[in-house]
């Protein structure tokens, strides 16, 4: 990134999955993987699980083609810098910037990311954020996910990035998290995977912690609350696409719940809060590399 002029950046999260949001929307910002990781580093940055960069979708290569239906690009990073295809809770906290930037208005905002065009619903009242996810797509093939000496079959879903979703007794049984779990075999996730550790809590109501592709341990991911509802889902012997009804389940995580629906026609839906908490500027001196 190179800059003369402070940077805007506002900080949010959405059930304590927390981001560094940058306004970029002309997309003149060259940010590097390098950068990305020391704006959201904990002690020496701004701090976050990940950044979302705001930009026109007709400003960026990735995103023109989409551009007639979504007016905005979610270019989404971890916190380590790595790319990724899409995620959950940042979509939410990223059409809550652009209500309250006056860049929408409440109801329908479609927001182009990675992994397509997702429609998002605003409520009027300020309270949450409804997103369209698309269909999972369950591949084919056992997984087995492993915590040092213990291991768990687990479902290999994908919302558009990847996860591995492991039934467990408690979930302590993932132990720290402190690195990334072991996912077996190798072959099943090219470019790594987002693992979640699920119990029961009642009916279709469930409980999981995450270890993110890039961000390690955080609390909460709303692709993985989305690909666990449907793991669950599958486990208890509902499809909705099958069975012509809706279902809807709970999700608790750590830094809150959300509520995910798989409707009838394969789509899943995920509702929950979006909060922006601060916004400043960057000092560029800190910026250059
Ligand atoms: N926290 C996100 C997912 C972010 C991307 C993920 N770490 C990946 O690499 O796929 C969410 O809320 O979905």
Redesign the pocket.
């Known amino acids: 990134m190179t800059s003369a002029r402070p940077v805007p950046f506002l900080k949010g999260h959405?059930t304590e999955?927390d981001f560094v949001i940058l306004p970029d929307p002309d997309g003149l910002l060259d940010l590097s993987a390098e950068t990305v990781a020391r704006l959201c580093d904990r002690r020496a940055g701004i701090g976050g699980?990940?950044l979302l960069r705001v930009v026109r979708s007709a400003a960026h290569p990735e995103a023109r083609a989409m551009a007639g239906d979504a007016e905005w690009f979610m270019d989404?990073r971890?916190a380590d810098g790595?790319v990724?295809?899409?995620?959950?809770?940042?979509v939410r906290v990223f059409v809550r910037h652009l209500e309250r930037a006056g860049l929408v208005k409440p109801g329908e905002v479609a927001v182009a990311s990675r992994a397509g065009v997702k429609r998002t619903h605003l409520a009027e009242d300020g309270s949450g954020v409804t997103v369209s996810m698309g269909a999972a797509v369950l591949p084919a093939g056992d997984v087995t996910v492993r915590v040092g000496a213990r291991s768990w079959p687990a479902l290999h879903v994908n919302?558009g990035?990847?996860h591995a979703v492991a039934f467990v007794g408690d979930l302590a049984d993932a132990g720290g998290l402190l690195e990334a779990p072991g996912v077996e075999p190798a072959n099943a996730y090219p470019t790594?995977?987002?693992v979640e550790f699920v119990v029961d809590r009642g009916p279709r109501h469930v409980a999981m912690r995450v270890h993110?592709?890039?961000?390690g341990e955080?609390r909460?991911?709303?692709?993985?609350?989305c690909a666990v509802m449907v793991a669950a889902a599958r486990r208890d012997g509902v499809d909705p696409a099958a069975d012509g009804e809706d279902a809807t389940y709970t999700v608790d995580l750590p830094g809150g719940s959300l509520v995910i629906t798989e409707r009838a026609d394969g789509e899943v839906e995920m509702t929950g809060a979006a909060v922006i908490v601060a916004e400043g500027t960057v000092d560029p001196e800190w910026l250059r590399l």
């Open positions: 959405g999955n699980d990940g989404y971890n790595s990724a295809e899409m995620c959950g809770n940042g919302m990035n990847p790594g995977t987002n993110e592709r890039g961000s955080t909460s991911c709303g692709t993985g609350a």
